[in-house]
DNA sequence: GAGCTTTATGTAATCGTTTTCAATAACAGC
DNA sequence: GCTGTTATTGAAAACGATTACATAAAGCTC
C-alpha cells in the first residue's frame, strides 16, 4: 500500500542474499550456481517478494516470448475457440499471448499490425481481411506469420484453413440429398473464406445441374436478415421462391432465423436452412440448425505448430495445412417431404 | 527480409537527421522541439521505418501504459462484450489491454495476477472467483484493481456490478405475474454472482409467499442439462414438479433447453424457463428465452472510469458501481394459460 | 550593453535486467 | 608442486529508449 516504497528488483535480491546480481538472475533462469547459493537466493527471493520486470528482462534478452493474435472478431465462437487452442500452446512454450481484435477493419488491423511491431512478438497469427491480405505480401514484418481461416493460394506465408470449397459442397450435397433442388446462397462480402465457400457452392451445384443464386453481404446479422427479407419478397413477386438457403458463416445464420421467424416461413417446412460454425446454440433453435463443423481446437493447434517450425528454420518452403469439416446434419434441412 | 540487417532504433533516425538523440525522443513525444528539426527527425523517421521499442520505454518511462484485463471466461458473451468495452475506452486513453481468460479456475487466476505484476500493468480489470475474491484482500498489488461482475461487499476495491439480487427478483416477479407458483432455481457454485442472484430469488419467492428450492451446479451447461434431467425425473416421481425455473447464467440456461428437449417437454407449456444475458440466440431458441438483459457495454465503461479516477487520485474512498439489468420478456414464460 | 529569463539542443545518466568477460578456486594429471 | 582445465562467481557492459542537467543562443528589461 505505501507508496513511497520503490518496486523491488533484482538488486534487492542480491543484497538480502549476500551475492550479485549476476548470481540471482542465473537462479532465475536455471543457469549454473551452487546449490548453497541457489537456496540463498531462493530465499532472499520468497522474503523480498520479488517479481521480475519483464520490460526489462525482454529488452536485455531481445526476445519478447510473446506472440500476437490478431482476429477479425472475438465474439465469433470460431475465433474464441481457436485463441483458446492458441493460449494453451503458447503457454505450454512459455509464451505469452497478445490478442486482438480487428472487426474486419483494415485500419484496425494496420494499427496493431504496427503494435506487433513495436511489441516486438516472436510470431504473428493472423487472421486477415482481404484488403489487407492483398497488401501483406508488400509489407515488411520482422517476424514470421501465420494466417489461419483466410489465405491467399500460393503466399509467402505459412497458413491453415478450412477446407472451403469442400465444406461447402458438403452442404450443397447435403441439401440435394434431401431433395431440395433451388437453393439460394448467402455468403460474407469481407473474408476470403466466404468466396472459396461461394465457389465450392457454386460447383456443388454446377455438378448436381442446379442453378446457383448468391448474395454477398456484410457479415452481420443484421445485414443478412435485410438482404433474406428483401430477397424472399422480390422472389416470392417472381414465383421462384427459393427452398433452401445455405449461409457462409454463423452469423448469417442467425440473420436468415431471425428473418424466417419474422416472414412466418417455417423451417425446415418452407425453407430449408444450413449453414457454418457448430456453436452450442445451433442445436436449440428450432429443429436444430444443420451446419458445418470445423476442427477448432486442430487449427489454432496447426497454427502454432506452423509458427513454431518456421522460427525453427526461417527457409522452410511455406506450407497450407488445410482441414477438412464435417457436416451436422439437423432437422433445419429436414427434406422436401418432411 | 535480410537477416543481418540490426532492428534500427532512435540512434539511426538521429544520424539520418542529424541531430541527436534526445531530439527524435522529444519529436516523437511531442516535446518542444523547433519545427525545422522536427520535419527533418519526421522525414527521418519515415525514411528509415523505424517503430519504437516498446519494452525500452516502458522499462525507462517506468509505466506500461498498459492495463490487464482478467475474465473468466472468454467464450461467455457478457465478457466478451464488456471486453470490447474496455479495449475501446482504453485506447481511446491511449493503453493497450492484456486480456486474459482463467476458466474459473484458480491456479490460473494466480498466474496471471503474478503476470500482471511482471507486466507493471497501470491497472486490472479483473472478475475473480469467489475463491480468490476471499483472498485478494491479503494479496498485496502494486496496481489499482476494479472488480466486475463479482465483488465482495465492503472491501478494499472498486468495483461495478449488477444488481444481482434486483434483477433475479425481477425475473421471479415476471414468472409470478404469469402465474407460475413452483418455481425452481438453478445456480453456478463458484460466483459470488449466483449467490446474489440465489438471494435475490429466494427474497422474491418469500414476498410472494412461495416456496424456493434451488440446487448448485458448476457454471457448464452439461452440469446443468444432467442435473435438471435427474432433478426433473425425482420431482415427477414426487408428484412435485416445478412449473417453471430460472438459471443464474446463459451456460446454465442452455443446458435447461436441452434437457427440456431430450425429455420431451414443452416450452412454456410443460415449463417455463427464464435466466440471464440477452445473447442472440436467446430470442430464436423456442418462443424466445425471457431473461435478464445487462447493461454490458456500461459495465465496462464504468470500470474503466473507475480505473482511471482511482489512478488519479490513489487516496479516494473504494466506490461501487451498480447497475441495473431489464427483463426482455419472451414467449418461454408465456403463461400458465398459454 | 549588462544581467536575467526563456527556449532549443545536446551529453550523459538511468530504467532493471541479461550476458560477456575476467578472476578465483578447486581439482586432476604428471 | 606446477600447469591446464573446469566450475563458480562478480564487475561491468550492454539492451533502446527517456529525461535530468548543462550549455548556448536569443529575447527581455532597464
Redesign the pocket.
Known amino acids: 500500500m505505501s507508496d513511497s516504497v ?2 523491488i ?3 534487492d535480491v542480491a543484497r538480502e542474499a549476500g ?5 540471482v ?2 537462479v ?2 536455471n543457469g ?3 546449490d ?2 541457489r537456496a540463498r537466493v531462493e530465499d532472499a527471493v520468497r522474503a523480498t517478494g ?4 519483464l520490460s ?2 525482454r ?4 526476445h519478447s516470448q510473446t506472440i500476437g493474435l490478431i482476429v477479425s472478431d472475438i465474439r465469433n465462437p470460431f475465433f474464441t475457440a481457436v485463441s483458446r487452442a492458441v493460449e494453451d500452446a503458447a503457454f505450454q512454450a512459455g509464451m505469452r499471448v497478445i490478442l486482438c481484435n480487428t472487426d474486419e477493419n483494415p485500419e484496425r488491423e494496420a494499427m496493431y499490425l504496427r503494435l506487433m511491431q513495436e511489441e516486438r512478438v516472436t510470431g504473428l497469427i493472423f487472421a486477415p481481411t482481404r484488403a489487407t491480405l492483398a497488401q501483406l505480401d508488400r509489407a515488411d514484418l520482422d517476424f514470421p506469420v501465420v494466417l489461419i481461416d483466410r489465405s491467399a493460394p500460393a503466399g509467402r506465408f505459412d497458413s491453415v484453413v478450412l477446407d472451403n470449397p469442400q465444406a461447402a459442397a458438403l452442404l450443397v450435397d447435403h441439401l440435394h440429398g434431401q431433395g431440395y433442388r433451388r437453393i439460394a446462397g448467402l455468403f460474407g462480402n469481407t473474408s476470403t473464406t466466404a468466396v472459396e465457400r461461394h465457389a465450392g457452392y457454386q460447383a456443388a451445384l454446377a455438378a448436381h445441374g442446379l442453378h446457383a443464386e448468391a448474395r454477398f453481404v456484410p457479415p452481420t446479422a443484421e445485414a443478412a436478415e435485410a438482404e433474406i427479407a428483401r430477397w424472399l419478397a422480390e422472389a416470392r413477386r417472381s414465383g421462384a421462391m427459393p427452398d433452401a438457403v445455405m449461409v457462409s458463416n454463423s452469423l448469417l445464420l442467425m440473420g436468415v432465423v431471425k428473418a424466417a421467424r419474422t416472414l412466418g416461413l417455417a423451417i425446415p417446412g418452407d425453407l430449408a436452412v444450413a449453414g457454418f460454425d457448430n456453436e452450442p446454440w445451433t442445436e436449440l433453435v428450432g429443429p436444430g440448425l444443420t451446419v458445418i463443423e470445423q476442427p477448432v481446437h486442430e487449427i489454432g493447434r496447426a497454427a502454432m505448430t506452423l509458427l513454431f517450425e518456421r522460427l525453427d528454420d526461417p527457409e522452410r518452403a511455406t506450407r497450407k495445412v488445410v482441414l477438412s469439416g464435417t457436416c451436422v446434419a439437423r432437422g433445419s434441412t429436414g427434406g422436401v417431404s418432411g
Do not use: D
Open positions: 520503490k518496486a528488483g533484482i538488486k551475492v550479485s546480481v549476476a548470481t538472475s542465473r532465475l533462469s549454473p550456481v551452487s548453497a547459493l520479488y517479481r521480475p520486470n526489462a528482462r529488452l536485455r534478452s531481445q
